[in-house]
Every structure is written in structure tokens, then in C-alpha cells.
């Protein structure tokens, strides 16, 4: 049975960073590209980051490049999100997921964790 | 806004078919034949329903049915039931090797 944990969300300050943390089971780790999609509030879902199966690859949607990078420990089975210089407009459910390829271009995910929560408030 | 776009409401009734589309662009949709949709339910994470524009994984109902003309993919669910009610996504590739996501569909059954 495929499961995704994801961690590290909560209450941050504008201007803080946030590292997130996505752990995979139930997969061989290391042939999955890994997704962040993110969910704010009432309004619908944004793809934010793929990382390859090996790391060679990543990729960012317009909207975070230079404030979010996504990584990998293939020896932990456990992908990262980090974000830095966070706004209240980040306030959203992170979600990771399994790319059905091996991420070294995006194929849409299968696989979805239940998310964390972030929330970007003074 | 997203690339992919999504009517906002749809609506039926117990029974009845809908069918929900999804249009883009030739760097995404027309272009590749990676083209999936998602169900979510208040409060949960998203579930797949659809994959490679008409495949559905194993445990989905074959009520779901999926398919794609040109730029715009379209997803149909027959024999409406109101568990089906949610929002419905689609995604799909794009010729930059990222991910798109539509806006979102919120499916009422009446």
C-alpha cells in the first residue's frame, strides 16, 4: 500500500523560511519523481515543483521560482520543500505526490499524501 | 488563472451523464497523450480517476470515462450518483517538461 506523511507545516511569520518533508512508502523511492502541489484556502490546486528520481531534474511553476527548492534524500525516502521569505499569499495545503514517470519531465501524479498545512500570519 | 481551462459549476441528476472539459493549448494538451483527472472531496486529498487521457486505475468506477479532441480533454461521468458530488481537476504535461493544473470544476448533483 502506497502511502505519503507529509511534515513540517504550521503557523509561520511573513519573511520566515519553512522546510517541508514528504515521506514515501509502499514505492521503490528511488525510480519515483516526486511532486508538491499546493492548495490554498477555498481555491483550487497549484502545481509548485518535480523533482527527478535521481535529482537531476527539477523543475518549478513560474509562480515560486527563486523562493521555493525542492530536494531529495533517496536514502531516507523523503522529499523536501523549502521555502523561504514566506507571504501570507503561501498560506495553503501542501500536498506531495508520486509522478507516474520518474519525473524527468512531469507526467501528472497517482499517488497523493493528505498534506500539510501552512499558514503565513503575524 | 490557470492554462488549463475548467467550466466553474456543473450540475445533474441522479442518473444522468455529465461531461466536464478541460481546454488548453497546443504545449500541452494537444501535444502530449499525459492528461489525467482528479476527484477531491471537501477536506481531502485529491484522488485519480483518469490517467493517459482515458485509463482508469484499478477501484474506479467505469462510470468515469475520459477522452481528447485536439487541445481539450473531456471527462464524463454516466449514471450520476451523489457521492460523485466534488471538485474535478484536470492535468496535464506541458511542452516545458512542468505540470498544469485547470482551475477546477465543483460538481453539484441535484
Known amino acids: 500500500q502506497v502511502q505519503l506523511v507529509e511534515s513540517g507545516g504550521g503557523v509561520v511569520q511573513p519573511g520566515r523560511s519553512l522546510r517541508l518533508s514528504c515521506t514515501l512508502s509502499?514505492?521503490?523511492?528511488?525510480?519515483?519523481?516526486m511532486h508538491w502541489v499546493r492548495q490554498s484556502p477555498g481555491k483550487g490546486l497549484e502545481w509548485v515543483a518535480l523533482?527527478?528520481?535521481?535529482?537531476?531534474?527539477?523543475y518549478y511553476a513560474d509562480s515560486v521560482k527563486g523562493r521555493f527548492t525542492i530536494s531529495r534524500d533517496n536514502s531516507k525516502n523523503t522529499v523536501f520543500l523549502q521555502i523561504n521569505s514566506l507571504r501570507a499569499d503561501d498560506t495553503a495545503m501542501f500536498y506531495c505526490a508520486t509522478d507516474r514517470g520518474g519525473g524527468l519531465s512531469a507526467v501528472p501524479p497517482d499517488n497523493w499524501g493528505q498534506g500539510t498545512l501552512v499558514t503565513v500570519s503575524s | 488563472q490557470s492554462a488549463l481551462s475548467q467550466p466553474a459549476s456543473v450540475s445533474g441528476s441522479p442518473g444522468q451523464s455529465i461531461t466536464i472539459s478541460c481546454t488548453g493549448t497546443s504545449g500541452d494538451i494537444g501535444n502530449f497523450g499525459y492528461v489525467s483527472w482528479y476527484q477531491q472531496h471537501p477536506g481531502r486529498a485529491p484522488k485519480l480517476i483518469i490517467y493517459d487521457v482515458h485509463n482508469r486505475p484499478s477501484g474506479v468506477s467505469n462510470r468515469f470515462s475520459g477522452s481528447k479532441s485536439g487541445n481539450t480533454a473531456s471527462l464524463t461521468i454516466s449514471g450520476l450518483q451523489a457521492e460523485d458530488e466534488g471538485d474535478y481537476y484536470c492535468s496535464a504535461q506541458t511542452t516545458t517538461s512542468t505540470l498544469e493544473i485547470g482551475g477546477g470544476t465543483k460538481l453539484t448533483v441535484l
Open positions: 523533482i527527478s528520481h535521481d535529482g537531476t531534474k527539477r
Open positions: 509502499g514505492l521503490t523511492f528511488t525510480d519515483s519523481g
